[in-house]
């Protein structure tokens, strides 16, 4: 049996942690990120391919699970499966706030539905654990925009609504604390380099043409999204020099470094920073007394 190396820094742990996140739509801002609707319905068309591609990453997960015979990397994957399907409840929470709204959260939904059934029919198991990894990465580099310690991440911080910084804070420390989780079972099963780089340039114009049509049709349904003034600060925002888009694609082009993990980049300092913060906006009932 192929030996696997424990990667993740001895200072995390990855343990699922439910948060109990309510959305009422009668208070939470409709432009809750930097009062502008454009980069709001950016994140909200994230937030929907969130709870079925999370559960399609823990079924690539569990397909090879049998395979494994390490007992720490058994324990990091349930760790893995239990915090990916905290962050499906949450974000179903949030997704319902969506509609609430009158946003077509709901029915985008369902496409990703019938994309990720199609993807599962017709690929194979190794094939969707490379997708997983590479779109693991993907959400670790978001994770880690929001959660750094500079001028450009306290700033998009501070310009989002409390709730919804909380929400998004709590989901960056637990894609962090598992980041590597997935890639070291791949790297188990066999991970060519050919196969996992053609894996990121197909996970990646997937994710950037599933989002992107998300976006618009959000924009569509929003009260306030084709305002031009909003329109041209969100693009700058996001692909302008140093926007949050244009800013990850050294650390996505990593990814195609020989040799390459994701804790590569050890920035489990910042889980440290953040996490005992965070936890203060959790339901009381879902936070463990020792």
């Known amino acids: 049996?192929?030996?696997?190396?424990?990667?993740?820094?001895?200072?995390?742990?990855?343990?699922?942690?439910?948060?109990?996140?309510?959305?009422d739509a009668?208070?939470?801002?409709?432009?809750?990120?930097?009062?502008?609707?454009?980069?709001?319905?950016?994140?909200?068309?994230?937030?929907?391919?969130?709870?079925?591609?999370?559960?399609?990453?823990?079924?690539a997960v569990r397909q090879v699970r049998g395979s494994i015979d390490d007992k720490e990397i058994q324990s990091q994957i349930s760790g893995f499966i239990g915090q990916e399907a905290m962050h499906s409840l949450e974000h179903v929470a949030m997704?319902?706030?969506?509609?609430?709204k009158g946003l077509p959260a709901a029915e985008l939904e369902k496409t990703v539905?019938?994309?990720?059934?199609?993807?599962?029919?017709?690929?194979?198991?190794?094939?969707?654990?490379?997708?997983?990894a590479a779109l693991e990465h993907i959400t670790a580099m978001l994770a880690n925009l929001l959660l750094e310690e500079n001028e450009f991440s306290e700033a998009k911080r501070r310009n989002m609504h409390e709730s919804m910084r909380s929400l998004w804070m709590w989901h960056?420390?637990?894609?962090?604390?598992?980041?590597?989780?997935?890639?070291?079972?791949?790297?188990?099963?066999?991970?060519?380099?050919?196969?996992?780089?053609?894996?990121?340039?197909?996970?990646?114009?997937?994710?950037?043409?599933?989002?992107?049509?998300?976006?618009?049709?959000?924009?569509?349904?929003?009260?306030?999204?084709?305002k031009l003034k909003d329109m041209l600060f969100g693009i700058k925002s996001l692909?302008?020099?140093?926007?949050?888009?244009?800013?990850?694609?050294?650390?996505?082009l990593s990814y195609f470094?020989?040799?390459?993990?994701?804790?590569?980049?050890?920035?489990?300092a910042l889980i440290d920073r953040w996490k005992g913060k965070v936890l203060q906006a959790a339901d009381p009932k879902y936070i463990k007394v020792a």
């Open 1 to 23: 049996m192929k030996a696997l190396k424990w990667h993740k820094p001895s200072n995390v742990s990855i343990k699922p942690q439910r948060m109990g996140f309510t959305f």
């Open 26 to 59: 009668d208070k939470v801002p409709d432009k809750w990120l930097y009062n502008n609707a454009f980069l709001t319905t950016w994140m909200e068309s994230l937030s929907i391919l969130f709870p079925e591609g999370e559960q399609f990453f823990v079924d």
């Open 95 to 100: 997704n319902n706030y969506l509609d609430a």
């Open 113 to 132: 539905v019938s994309l990720l059934k199609v993807i599962q029919k017709y690929s194979s198991a190794k094939d969707q654990l490379a997708l997983t």
């Open 172 to 226: 960056a420390i637990e894609e962090t604390e598992h980041k590597g989780v997935a890639y070291d079972v791949y790297l188990h099963v066999g991970a060519p380099y050919w196969h996992r780089t053609l894996a990121m340039l197909i996970a990646t114009l997937g994710l950037g043409v599933m989002s992107n049509y998300y976006h618009v049709r959000m924009l569509a349904n929003s009260k306030t999204g084709f």
């Open 239 to 252: 692909y302008g020099i140093n926007g949050y888009v244009t800013r990850l694609a050294p650390v996505w």
């Open 257 to 268: 470094k020989p040799g390459f993990h994701p804790w590569d980049d050890d920035n489990s």
